[in-house]
Structures are given as structure tokens and as C-alpha cells.
């Protein structure tokens, strides 16, 4: 049996589960490479964030009470779940994202492994003993927060919701989870069937697609002390600041200009194969993406000239109907923003070595050659599959140039000596590190988050991460009698 049939999904989906479509407006769900309506969904308001944090607050009781393998076996089934609907949930993909096959496949990997890495939460020592000056037992005990606001975007829904959503189940929490409305069905409504199939009690996981007036009902209702956002740094920031207003905990994942250090002993051909996944992949719509490309001036020309030449060759098209390496990007508005940044950068010694054009959403992969600190494509982030190129001559220049950006996202160096490139990535701050290979990996049980304007640190991946991101810390004592005290 499908778990979104394709010609009736908006109806199935809606069927005996946990939650209901929103009270709002219907709006339709496109398919970036042709603009077709794939279905519709209806959108939240504020009212259905208010009744769903209500329901889920119920609920939220019961499932922390369960037996710590009752939540363990949902997550179990859940991910076994992700595996044997693979085929049916990357056409959604592939479709509703714009993403090539290899990217979907992907995501659903990732998606697996983070509900088998969570289902291992909930068996994990909940507290500590800790010693006391009195004659008593203390220790100090983790218990889940209650419900957890998710609010993820459209360039890989599937993995920036489960990364949240799974791990604050697992710990015994609810969860509201806003997708992009321009992703609902792979960044909400997937997540939420997987999980109704799994045996997820009612009321836990309540999908809410809309906008940003529903984000702030979820950022301010009383009952979702922490928020767990990925996103822009631009949004990152208010969402912060209106969390901090109401005293909620924020996790925030939020942009990257991540640069990638290519040094003089470099082998050209592996570098330009690890800039062109780095920059092109998924259209470079990842917050991963390598936003900036410094190479030593002994092998600089020669890297342009091959990085230009890969880009002339790389298919661009419609995922689900040919083979390409780029398909679309999301919409309109991105494809303009990311054509801006192009176009405002070229001139005054800068020059297009490859691409800057597009049709339709299809942009081409893009090569800026001679960018420096003030060009408008090496200081922020594009978003878009475009490959900025800077020329240092030194290392102390290199760093200079890496960490001129307020990013702290991820860092690629590309060295015959990788020691030298550990020792290089000492001197430059970011929360991910990767010695010869690009910027862009994702695994469930490591570490995930970045420093600066690219957010609150590693608040995902891994188990220690996930229990301090969606649980809290009581202190509790118990004594066999009671105390005594002077008055």
C-alpha cells in the first residue's frame, strides 16, 4: 500500500491521523521544473497553532510515561519505514523539491538513520548521582522539555525536520512542525505518515504549513518552551530575538558562506572534482554549500580554467525526466536573488569564467574568477549554484580571507599533508571541518552546527547533542527522613 498515493494524497494523508489539514487558505504544492500543481494543501493560521499545541501538550503526558521501549520501538518502525516506502517518497522529491535523484536518495538515507540513532535515546541514562553535604540521595535528572516547536525549510525538508523531530520524540517530547509551505508534503506531510504507520500515539506530531505569522504563533504560544529553527541567518536572528523575548531555548541553524582552502601542494583534478560537488549539488541550495573557493596562486589559472570546463559540461534539466546533475532551483525569487549576486559582482577585475545565465528555474553552474573580500558573491551567501573563485598567496592569507565573512558553517581544506590541514583548521573557526573533501556531509550521529552568523553551535546529531537540545535538567534529592531545622 502506498503511504501517499499519488493521485489522492491530499485526502489520505488526512485519514485517522493525529492532526488535521489547517483552517487557512488552500494553496497549491509546485513543481519547481515545470510549475505544474502537484495537489494542494491548506494552510494553518494562528488559531490551529493555539488548538494543536493544546492537543499536543495532552498527549505529551502520556507518551513521556510510556516505558522508555514503547518510544524506542516507534522509532524503530519508523525507520524501517523510511527504507521500504524509499521509491514513493524521492518521486515526492524529486518533484516537490527539485532535487536530482542522488540528493533524494540521499535524504532518505539520512532520514533512516536518524530514527535508528534516535531510537537509542530513550534507553540512555537519564541522570546523574551527584554528592551531597547531607545525608540524602541527589542527582540531577533529565526530563523532556514538553513540546518542541520544528520549523524547517524548503531545500532539504526531509532532513532538517527529522534531524528534530525524531530525536524530540524519541525523548519522550510533542512536536509542532512548520515545513516551508512551498515543501509541505516532503517537510511535513511525509514526516508526519511515516509516523502515524509507526504507531505514533494521536496528538504528538502535528503538522502546521504556513508562513511566518505561524511561526511566531508557535515562537510565542506558552505552551513550546524550545524552538528548534533551520533556516536564514536574516530570519535566524528574529526568531532568536523573539524567542529570547519569551524566555524559550532556540536552536538555530542558519546560513553558511562556507569556504573551501585549496593550497599549493593540492592535486588540481581532485580539487576541482570536490569544488564542483561542493558549489553545484542540489543547485547549491545547502547551508553546507561551498560558498567560496581559495587556491594558491601557483595552481589558481589552472584550477578556473578546469572548474569552468566542468561547468560547460554539467546537464541541466528536470530531474524527473532526464538525467542531470542540476535541476531547478525552488522558485523564481531565489533564482533572481541568486542572478543578482552574479551580475553585481562581475567587473572591476572580476570576470564570469562560466555560466550566469539560466532558463527558467534552471540556472547554470557558475563560475566567478578574481573575487575579493568586497564582491558581493564572496561576502554573502548565494544559495544558488554558483562558484566564487579568490587567488591567495600565503596561508596567513588564506585564513584572512576564510574568516573575513561573519559564517561559521563548515570548512573544506585540500592538502597533499593532511596534518598541515589540521593544523590550518585550528586557526579558523567553524562548527564542521572536513580535510580533503568539500563542505557538504550530513550524518546522523555526528555533530551538526556552526558558529557566528550561522548559528547557536552543534545542537543536532549525535547523542549527547540531541539529549541537551530536548530535555531539561531537575535536580532532585530524597532523604528516608525528614529534615530538621532550628525553626
Known amino acids: 500500500m502506498a503511504l501517499l498515493d499519488q493521485s489522492r494524497w491530499n485526502d489520505q494523508i488526512f485519514e485517522g491521523g493525529s492532526w488535521r489539514p489547517g483552517s487557512g487558505a488552500a494553496t497549491d504544492v509546485i513543481e519547481p521544473a515545470t510549475g505544474e500543481a502537484l495537489g494542494q494543501v491548506n494552510l494553518a493560521t494562528p488559531d490551529d497553532v493555539s488548538r494543536a499545541a493544546k492537543v499536543a501538550a495532552e498527549a505529551q503526558r502520556e507518551w513521556a510515561a510510556l516505558p522508555h521501549s514503547a518510544r524506542a520501538a516507534v522509532l524503530r518502525k519508523a ?235 554539467l546537464p541541466v534539466g528536470d530531474p524527473a525526466r532526464e538525467q542531470v546533475a542540476l535541476g531547478p532551483v525552488i522558485d523564481a525569487g531565489q533564482r533572481d536573488k541568486i542572478h543578482d549576486l552574479v551580475t553585481s559582482s562581475v567587473g572591476d577585475g572580476v570576470r564570469l569564467a562560466a555560466g550566469g545565465s539560466f532558463d527558467r528555474l534552471f540556472y547554470q553552474p557558475t563560475v566567478i574568477a578574481g573575487v575579493g573580500t568586497t564582491t558581493p558573491a564572496f561576502a554573502k551567501e548565494i544559495f544558488g549554484p554558483v562558484a566564487p573563485v579568490a587567488r591567495f598567496s600565503t596561508v596567513d592569507e588564506a585564513i584572512a580571507l576564510a574568516t573575513t565573512t561573519e559564517y561559521g558553517l563548515s570548512l573544506g581544506i585540500v592538502t597533499r599533508d593532511a596534518m598541515r590541514g589540521v593544523e590550518l583548521a585550528d586557526r579558523i573557526p567553524t562548527g564542521i571541518v572536513h580535510i580533503n573533501d568539500q563542505t557538504v556531509n550530513d550524518e546522523a550521529n555526528a555533530p551538526f552546527g556552526g558558529t557566528g552568523a550561522s548559528g547557536t553551535g552543534s545542537r543536532f546529531g549525535g547523542a549527547q547533542a540531541n539529549i541537551d537540545a530536548f530535555t531539561d535538567t531537575r535536580w532532585l534529592t530524597v532523604r528516608s527522613q525528614p529534615a530538621s531545622f532550628p525553626f
Not at 554528592?131 to 514538553?146: I, K, N, Q
Not at 510565542?220 to 533551520?230: A, E, L, Y
Open 79 to 313: 525507520a524501517q519505514l523510511w527504507s521500504s516506502h524509499a521509491e514513493e517518497i524521492s518521486w515526492w522529491n524529486v518533484r516537490e523539491v527539485g532535487a536530482i535523484p542522488g540528493l533524494a536518495g540521499f535524504a532518505l538515507h539520512v532520514a533512516e538513520q536518524e530514527c535508528w540513532e534516535a531510537a537509542a535515546l530513550p534507553s540512555l541514562p537519564y541522570g546523574s548521582l551527584i554528592p551531597s553535604e547531607e545525608p540524602r540521595l541527589s542527582m540531577a535528572r533529565r526530563y523532556p522539555v514538553g513540546v518542541v516547536g520544528v520549523i524547517s525549510p524548503f531545500n532539504v525538508p526531509i532532513i532538517l525536520g527529522i534531524r528534530s523531530v525524531a530525536p524530540a520524540l524519541a525523548l519522550g517530547n510533542a512536536v509542532l512542525l512548520k515545513p516551508d509551505p512551498r515543501t509541505a508534503v516532503t517537510g511535513g506531510l511525509v514526516l508526519a505518515r511515516i509516523f502515524q504507520e509507526a504507531g505514533l500515539p494521536d496528538g504528538l506530531l502535528q503538522v502546521l504549513i504556513g508562513g511566518a505569522d505561524v511561526g511566531e504563533a508557535i515562537l510565542t504560544d506558552p505552551r513550546v518552551p524550545v524552538i528548534s529553527f533551520t533556516g536564514s541567518t536574516e530570519a535566524g536572528r528574529r526568531v532568536g530575538a523573539l524567542a529570547g523575548s519569551h524566555l524559550k531555548r532556540a536552536h538555530l541553524e542558519l546560513g553558511g558562506n562556507s569556504a573551501m582552502l585549496i593550497l599549493d601542494d593540492a592535486d588540481v583534478d581532485a580539487a576541482v572534482n570536490l569544488a564542483a560537488w561542493g558549489s553545484w549539488f542540489h543547485q547549491g541550495q545547502i547551508c553546507m554549500t561551498t560558498g567560496r573557493h581559495l587556491v594558491h596562486e601557483r595552481i589558481y589559472d589552472d584550477f578556473v580554467e578546469r572548474l569552468a570546463d566542468k561547468a560547460a559540461k
